[in-house]
């Protein structure tokens, strides 16, 4: 018993997320991209400089169930970095 629970503890990996919290929407989306940390600075500055005079439409490609978005910078309303495991 001890060795399998050994054995599924090496399968096991971590990959990192992007939470986008949008204004007006409940659950976050959640967006794996190659590069989390720089994609995540790059939404968290253009969510800091964000204008609702004018609105600057936002386009990423991910890796996983979300594979295009596209929002409008006004619209983000916190972004997070979500780590978590996986076999």
């Known amino acids: 018993m001890a060795q399998q629970y050994h054995q599924n503890t090496q399968q096991i990996k971590t990959r990192k997320a992007i939470l ?33 005079a004018s609105p600057k439409l936002i386009e990423k490609q991910g890796k996983g169930p979300v594979k295009s978005l596209s929002l409008l910078d006004t619209q983000i309303a916190g972004i997070a970095i979500q780590e978590e495991n996986f076999v």
Do not use: A, R, W
């Open 20 to 52: 986008i919290f949008l204004k007006h929407v409940g659950p976050p989306v959640v967006l794996y991209v190659d590069n989390t940390e720089e994609t995540y600075e790059e939404l968290k500055q253009l969510m800091e400089k964000s204008s609702p």
